[in-house]
């Protein structure tokens, strides 16, 4: 019955003390193509979720905790949360999101919630670099964390490690920080099974937005010209930008669209 309620949407929770409760009502799925990612990047995390979940009998021969690690980084705004929230739904999974910069997430409260984390629902790691503050971060980086009872290295990595059901565990970890994780040697610990960067747009991603916006006749070619004029500037971009922006242009006609392309930077 419950499940029946739920069909077609993805039931988000947050940390309310120990406990995962239920965040807002349950969202209409947002379909995974709207997150337009670099070629084949969704396409290799897709795989590799599905292939994980539809083999369970491979962990249990061998002895081995059913879970899986991955790890997106990159800049922000290029679609890590929209992408692993897409994701949940295309998998009928809900996701369990806790980001470790939140004040007062020590390593017990991390490993409980952990532990208590809805079946058939992703863990969305947010931040994990705030995990590794080291003896190398500016003083600026560290008096940002001074104060905080916060998630220590050894912790999370005994909290990923208790993760482990009968049901598949899905972690899911970000970060804009992939240089924080590299110093701490948080990838020779083996807790990430899949690491892919989601980055700033390519000439690719630029034209699938444009041509998810824009659907008259001329759009592929459109699409083409706006990219080449986007990728002119020799400018970074993120996806939450180009959408910005096209949401800006709701009305403007193509021509405007892509000659207006200065502004992207601007609004
Ligand atoms: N690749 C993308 N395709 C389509 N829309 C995107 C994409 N990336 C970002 N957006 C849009 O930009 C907004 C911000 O994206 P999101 O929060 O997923 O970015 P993020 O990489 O998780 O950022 P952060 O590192 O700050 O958490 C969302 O409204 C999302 O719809």
């Known amino acids: 019955m ?50 994980f979940i539809s083999n369970p009998t491979w962990y249990m021969d061998r002895g081995i905790p059913y879970r899986r690690g991955y790890l997106l980084h990159g800049p922000p705004g290029c679609g890590k949360s929209s ?77 990923l490690d208790g993760v482990a059901s009968t049901e598949a565990r899905i972690v899911f970890m970000t970060t804009n920080y992939l240089e924080r994780l590299i110093r701490s040697s948080f990838n020779k610990t083996r807790r990430v099974d899949l690491k892919e960067y989601i980055g700033w747009c390519s000439p690719y991603q630029i034209e699938q937005m444009y041509l998810r916006f824009y659907k008259n006749g001329n759009a592929r070619t459109e699409a083409l010209e706006f990219a080449k004029r986007v990728m002119s500037f020799n400018k970074n971009i993120s996806p939450a930008q180009i959408q910005g922006y096209f949401m800006f242009h709701k009305q403007a006609t193509p021509k405007d669209v892509i000659e207006n392309t200065k502004l992207l930077w601007e609004l």
């Open 83 to 159: 992408y692993i929230t897409a994701l949940a739904g295309e998998l009928e999974f809900g996701i369990c999101v806790l980001n470790l910069s939140e004040r007062g997430l020590t390593d017990d409260r991390l490993n409980h919630l952990l532990s208590m984390a809805p079946v058939q629902s992703i863990i969305l790691l947010e931040d994990i670099d705030a995990a590794f503050v080291s003896r190398e971060d500016t003083p600026v980086q560290k008096a940002a964390y001074e104060g905080l009872n916060r998630v220590t290295f050894s912790g999370l990595l005994n909290c």
């Open 2 to 51: 419950a499940l029946k309620k739920h069909e077609g949407k993805t039931v988000m929770y947050t940390a309310m003390g120990s406990e995962w409760r239920p965040f807002g009502h349950p969202r209409k799925r947002r379909p995974i193509s709207s997150v337009v990612l670099d070629q084949g990047v969704s396409e290799r995390i897709l795989r590799d979720c599905k292939e």
